[in-house]
């Protein structure tokens, strides 16, 4: 069974970055599609970014493209999270999600296996 865990989050300034990790264990990575998705207080959960198992595709929402960029480490069994550049309204926690292969989508309701988030807070 496939288990993810999320880390990397913390207390950030405004204008910093991060790495997000989502570690996998039970299972390869190489058959599962990865998304990244975050919900504020008081929001609805938003799609981030994914990327598929074998081939690596990517795929960004507008609001972030400039700024995220999402990598996986097959030999870690790993997928990041890098998020430059950061605001204060990127505070959030941020879940990654898998989906038995598959092409990237942002459609909550197809990932199956979720972490337990991480905290991000961006402030002064």
């Known amino acids: 069974q496939l288990q993810l865990v999320e880390s990397g989050g913390g207390l950030v300034q405004p204008g910093g970055s991060l790495r997000l990790s989502c570690a996998a264990s039970?299972?390869?990575?190489?058959?599962?599609?990865v998304g990244w998705f975050r919900q504020a207080p008081g929001k609805e959960r938003e799609a981030l970014s994914c990327?598929?198992?074998?081939?690596?595709?990517?795929n960004y929402a507008d609001s972030v493209r400039d700024r995220f960029t999402i990598s996986k480490d097959a030999n870690k069994n790993t997928v990041y999270l890098e998020i430059t550049s950061l605001k204060t309204e990127d505070t959030a926690v941020y879940y990654c999600?898998?989906?038995?292969?598959?092409?990237?989508?942002?459609?909550?309701?197809?990932?199956?296996?979720w972490g337990q988030g991480t905290q991000v807070t961006v402030s002064s």
């Open positions: 990327i598929t198992g074998s081939f690596l595709s990517t």
């Open positions: 999600a898998a989906r038995l292969s598959g092409i990237c989508s942002g459609n909550i309701s197809l990932y199956r296996t």
């Open positions: 039970g299972l390869s990575l190489n058959w599962y599609t």
